[in-house]
């Protein structure tokens, strides 16, 4: 049964309003497919209501670990290939069994370029160089919880976390700048999920212009110049009742928008000096 606050105690309930979003945006990062997410999310969860809360220490960190090992669990799976589609894997302290499900790129069905955009991680790097990348260089977390995560030593997270950096970007990244992008994409995401307009405005540049492109053929592709029109348009699109979800990809800031659980979009940011020049926008209405 799908958990809602309401139906929780207060010190479960303060756990999910306080994390629950958080978790579901790495677990998205991670498998790329947002419906595969929710259902690790909600595992998650489950075991977090089976455990004992005041033995946990720090309730974030068990589920970041509890979340990432279940996706680790599932890429695993999918990578594989030669294990029934029944037969469980064996978890430690942090839970119960998680059972294999398929691959989640093989539920995409969109076209070839976006494809390449959504699965570039997932086309590229392993399950352990994919989770080492995303835990460190996107969220930030230090390598020690990454090699608690991965059950491997620290210097061997660091090495998978540098491997994945040079299949993705065929060098080593300006780290500055992928916290210049990091941080103007979570702005960014902030203003336009929640409608601000003003605050969706300044992280974009006065001459900014972006192209949207309908992959349902039901509509020409549209350009917008100006941030004011493209501010506009951001908010009829990808506004209040999307859920926009960043993702790493083509070392470029890469946002993912689901409406109703389902992929509705695509938006690949152009970043120069601090502000979004140029947004190309991939739309799927209906798939």
């Keep these: 049964m799908e958990m809602t606050p309401r139906s929780m105690p207060d ?8 994390n629950q979003a958080y978790l579901l945006n790495l677990a ?22 089976d455990a004992d809360m005041k033995k946990i220490l720090d309730v974030r960190g068990w589920l970041i670990v509890v979340v990432t090992r279940i996706c680790v669990d599932l890429l695993r799976s999918a990578t594989s290939r030669h294990e029934l589609p029944g037969d469980p894997v064996e978890m430690d302290t942090f839970g119960s069994t998680v059972h294999p499900r398929a691959d989640p790129a093989d539920r995409i069905t969109l ?11 997932l086309q590229r790097l392993g399950p352990a160089e994919r989770v080492a990348f995303i835990l460190h260089d996107v969220f930030g977390m230090p390598f020690d919880l990454v090699a608690e995560t991965l059950g491997r030593p620290v210097g061997t997270c660091r090495q998978l976390a540098r491997r994945a950096r040079h299949k993705l970007a065929g060098a080593e990244p300006d780290a500055g700048r992928a916290r210049e992008h990091r941080k103007l994409t979570r702005q960014f995401v902030a203003a336009c999920a929640g409608g601000d307009i003003d605050s969706l405005l300044a992280t974009l540049h006065p001459d900014a212009w972006g192209v949207a492109t309908f992959l349902s053929g ?6 917008n110049r100006g941030r004011a029109k493209v501010a506009a348009s951001l908010a009829t699109y990808f506004g209040t009742r999307a859920q ?39 739309i799927a209405p209906g798939s």
Excluded at 11 to 18: C, D, K, L, Q, T
Excluded at 218 to 223: D, G, I, N, P
């Design 218 to 223: 039901a509509m020409a592709a549209q350009t």
């Design 244 to 282: 926009l979800v960043q993702h790493t990809a083509i070392g470029k800031p890469v946002i993912l928008a689901f409406v109703d659980g389902k992929f509705f979009g695509l938006l690949t940011l152009t970043v120069d000096d601090g502000l979004v020049t140029r947004i190309d926008a991939t």
């Design 111 to 121: 076209d070839e370029e976006v494809q390449l955009a959504l699965l570039v991680v």
């Design 11 to 18: 010190e479960f309930a303060a756990a999910w309003r306080g």
């Design 28 to 49: 998205v990062r991670i498998l790329g497919n947002h419906g595969d997410a929710e259902d690790v999310v909600q595992e998650a969860f489950s075991r977090l209501a």
